[in-house]
């Protein structure tokens, strides 16, 4: 067959045109970040304020490098913790999506209790947990509680936001459940999906050290929840701030590998993967 | 495509539609009754106003809604060979390769990639896509993504094609271009298509037989055959033919629309 005449070629890379500005999203956040470490320190210095109510920037990066054992034993913990409740939270919350996507009755029958276990807050769950289940599992439980409904709530919104031509042209084709699902489903619902664990990666990291905190109170505990709770009996603020320094570092360590997952799965064909056209 | 020199009662019909209402759950009667008949490779549009029901009669004989009343039999259905559908947009997986958006209907057939790939490679040369199948739908222009949402439609060579107001989103110059193209590919496929569309002047440059639906809810006012020396091009966009044509499908259009409009009155 002779066909139709082929199409000039394009240089499809000058589609994508090079953002010369990307140093900008570096350089900013860093000024900020020094611009706020000089205040702070200036606030310390001028006002003379005693390091048991604020240590200066130095401080605490002392405390951190001396209590750097203590604390990097007890960041692997509360890690670890957030790690299994974020597995837990990915895992559950896309197969249970998966699930109502199948099956409204299940949908229905189940949807209002995984409402009940994301407002109700955790705080207020974690002694219960503690008593019911060993402290590890109920700490991890309680990442799971507070991860898991931005991984349920987003996937099925990504499953149940298909284009309804594409979903008609595997009608059209005779398409399986599994096909439909396999190919348009959840390809479809993937940035949806990648949007939740995102979001599902902090809180798990907050769940985590919210029931490390309850757990601290009830009793044994080494999470770095535990050493804030510790620190501040003993009044030894500038380690409670080294211990906060590693949680927000964490938090923002678990962001950023998830954006870049994300970026790396989304970055040939979905819009909040691609550079802006200039 | 449906030999002129034959009768057309002569030719098997492809497309049956026999008292066809489709009412929505929100009951808006949509269309009806229609009766149709399409021949087998004969190239017909279905011209009318914007929500006359012209999609929905397409829908229809794709089996993707049923009709509330009526029958619709549609030989494609129980051969090998599904039917292809064009949508309004090009509808591809943006998630996917220009190659693999081709290979879908194959690939949900359970055909293996490695049999599958002579064919796909086939049908992108035949829509001039060849040097982009390894591109991304984003990457493309709007005319080449209809293109790749055309070659889909015909990697299974089915006996039907069905095309939604397929190029309603594209500017003329492109347009035109696809419009030769679709008649090169029918000429030389042989295929059964039915063109909705809006636009007169497409439905006459295109179609061996005009089909003219009056509005909501949508029924067959009038029919013309545009009886045209083949091929058609740019010249018979020019040609006192061609304007005369256009005229009387833009009269029949219009006796459509008062057609409803006094009817709508008498109601009244």
Redesign the interface.
């Known amino acids: 067959m002779k066909g139709l005449e082929p199409l000039p070629a394009v240089d499809r890379g000058s589609v994508l045109p090079g953002s010369d500005m990307q140093w900008q999203r570096i350089v900013w956040p860093v000024v900020v970040f020094i611009a706020g470490i000089v205040l702070w320190d200036l606030v310390v210095r001028i006002g003379e304020i005693p390091p048991y109510l604020l240590p200066g920037p130095l401080l605490v990066f002392q405390t951190l490098i001396a209590d750097w054992s203590i604390l990097s034993e007890s960041l692997g913990v509360t890690l670890l913790t957030a790690l299994e409740g974020f597995i837990a939270a990915a895992v559950g919350g896309i197969a249970l999506a998966l699930l109502f996507n199948q099956s409204k009755w299940l949908e229905y029958s189940l949807l209002p209790y995984a409402i009940v276990l994301q407002v109700t807050p955790v705080i207020a769950i974690a002694p219960l947990m503690l008593i019911y289940l060993p402290q590890q599992t109920a700490v991890v439980v309680c990442a799971w509680i507070v991860a898991f409904f931005p991984v349920l709530a987003n996937t099925t919104l990504g499953l149940n936001s298909v284009d309804r031509n594409l979903a008609g042209l595997f009608q059209l084709y005779r398409a399986s459940r599994w096909q439909v699902l396999r190919y348009l489903k959840l390809p479809a619902a993937l940035p949806f999906i990648l949007g939740g664990l995102r979001i599902a990666g902090g809180l798990s990291l907050i769940g985590a050290v919210a029931a490390e905190i309850a757990a601290g109170a009830a009793g044994a505990g080494s999470g770095l929840a535990y050493r804030i709770l510790e620190s501040s009996y003993r009044l030894n603020i500038p380690r409670m701030f080294a211990a906060l320094l590693l949680l927000s570092v964490a938090g923002i360590v678990i962001y950023m590998l998830l954006a870049l997952v994300s970026h790396g799965l989304l970055r040939r064909w979905h819009e909040s993967a691609l550079r802006k056209e200039k | 495509m449906a030999d002129p020199a034959l009768p057309l009662n002569d030719i098997p019909a492809a497309v049956r539609l026999r008292g066809v209402t489709k009412v929505y759950d929100n009951g808006t009667v949509a269309l009806g009754p229609l009766d149709l008949d399409i021949r087998k490779g004969e190239f017909v549009s279905l011209l009318g106003s914007s929500g006359c029901g012209k999609s929905t009669a397409l ?1 229809l004989i ?3 809604i049923a009709p509330s009343a009526g029958t619709v039999d549609v030989a494609a259905r129980s051969s090998d060979h ?2 292809g ?1 064009v ?1 309004q ?1 090009p ?1 591809l ?4 390769t220009i190659r693999e958006n081709v290979r ?2 194959l ?3 359970h055909v293996p990639d490695a049999q599958s790939t002579a064919r796909v490679n ?1 049908v992108l ?8 199948a390894e ?5 493309l222009s709007g005319g ?1 993504k209809m ?1 790749a949402s055309l070659a889909r439609a015909l990697v ?1 060579e089915p006996d039907i094609l069905l095309m939604d107001e397929p190029f309603a989103a594209l500017d003329e110059i492109t347009r035109f271009r696809l419009n030769n ?1 679709l008649l ?2 029918w000429r ?2 042989g295929k059964t298509v039915i063109f909705v569309t809006h636009s007169v002047f497409e439905s006459v440059y295109l179609s061996q037989r005009v089909v003219v639906m009056t509005s909501r809810p949508g029924r067959v006012s009038a029919e013309c055959r545009i009886e045209s020396a083949e091929p058609r091009d740019d010249a018979f966009r020019t040609s006192m033919a061609y304007a005369g044509y256009c005229r009387d499908v833009s009269q029949a259009l219009m006796q459509a629309s008062d057609e409803m409009a006094n009817a709508a009155k008498a109601r009244a």
């Open positions: 829908r794709a089996g993707l599904p039917i559908f949508f947009e509808t997986m943006p998630w996917s879908l209907p690939k949900l057939a086939e040369a035949q829509v001039g896509l060849a040097d982009f591109a991304y739908p984003r990457e080449m293109r299974t193209d090169a590919l030389e496929l």
